[in-house]
T-cell receptor
Framework: QQQVKQSPQSLIVQKGGISIINCAYENTAFDYFPWYQQFPGKGPALLIAIRPDVSEKKEGRFTISFNKSAKQFSLHIMDSQPGDSATYFCAASENTPLVFGKGTRLSVIA | GAGVSQSPSNKVTEKGKDVELRCDPISGHTALYWYRQRLGQGLEFLIYFQGNSAPDKSGLPSDRFSAERTGESVSTLTIQRTQQEDSAVYLC????????????FGSGTRLTVV
């Protein structure tokens, strides 16, 4: 049973464009929704996170949008740069070990 | 240490052999997690240690998998009688404790079973 569904699997974006990655969840008890960024050969690193009491959180070029009624959340990367090329994972938790999506491989091309 | 350290970084083993993977968490982090990352499959939870509490073993895929942790420091993940489907990257993460989701991951151990 996949508790967090992530799409798309891969994404190619032009430099300067907006990258959008989506996740959907089923467990309404989830109360923490982070996004992790992973470069080849490295472990995932926490990028940004949100709790369900807010609908949006922004940190620099990265924004999480959260839709509680639809049980969906998304990551927006504004002004995408080649250095943003990595694999991105959404995750969710209800005071339990994080449950991760399957990941999105983002390629930002010049 | 400054980060989570895992060893070895790469391990090639023959089918049927036992392997031990090691994780050194960040000092002061009471929570430690093991995840498995198969190609294209995301991160699969294996086991969670929190202080001196009994570990959450709910993610271990079979009885060939086991893990131990010494107090709030080093952890070892042991896979007995390895199979080709065990080939994956095994990631360890630590955090300040239950409810702290700012996991810090190590770079992982890439296990290849031939």
């Amino acid at each position: 049973q996949q508790q967090v569904k992530q799409s798309p699997q891969s994404l190619i974006v032009q430099k300067g464009g907006i990258s959008i990655i989506n996740c959907a969840y089923e467990n309404t008890a989830f109360d923490y929704f982070p996004w992790y960024q992973q470069f080849p050969g490295k472990g995932p690193a926490l990028l940004i996170a949100i709790r369900p009491d807010v609908s949006e959180k922004k940190e620099g070029r990265f924004t999480i949008s959260f839709n509680k009624s639809a049980k969906q959340f998304s990551l927006h990367i504004m002004d995408s740069q080649p250095g943003d090329s990595a694999t991105y994972f959404c995750a969710a938790s209800e005071n339990t070990p994080l449950v991760f999506g399957k990941g999105t491989r983002l390629s930002v091309i010049a | 240490g400054a980060g989570v350290s895992q060893s070895p970084s790469n391990k090639v083993t023959e089918k049927g052999k036992d392997v031990e993977l090691r994780c050194d968490p960040i000092s002061g982090h009471t929570a430690l997690y093991w995840y498995r990352q198969r190609l294209g499959q995301g991160l699969e939870f294996l086991i969670y240690f929190q202080g001196n509490s009994a570990p959450d073993k709910s993610g271990l895929p079979s009885d060939r998998f086991s893990a131990e942790r010494t107090g709030e420091s080093v952890s070892t993940l042991t896979i007995q009688r390895t199979q080709q489907e065990d080939s994956a990257v095994y990631l360890c993460a630590s955090s300040l404790g239950r409810g702290d989701y700012g996991y810090t991951f190590g770079s992982g151990t890439r296990l290849t079973v031939v």
